[in-house]
């Protein structure tokens, strides 16, 4: 069976990832946006799946704030 401390570090193991993930993300969506690598129509597609991406691992790291386990 799991134990509590097995469940909490796996709620820490993630909540870490999100923040790592958010982070690359948001670098990425502000790499593109800036039109620092190209200004072309590939670059605002990625702008676009990056802006998804991130807003997607935002939501991940509330929720998993907001459900904190302590």
Do not use: C, R, W
Request: aromatic share 20%; glycine share 2%; net charge positive.
């Amino acid at each position: 069976m799991f134990q509590k401390e097995d469940i909490i570090t796996s709620h820490l193991k993630k909540k870490a990832q999100s923040k790592l993930t958010l982070a690359i993300s948001a670098f990425a969506v502000i790499i593109t946006s800036t039109g620092y690598l190209f200004n072309s129509k590939e670059v605002i597609f990625l702008f676009y799946i990056f802006n998804f991406i991130f807003f997607y691992n935002l939501i991940i790291y509330y929720l998993l704030k907001k459900n904190d386990i302590n």
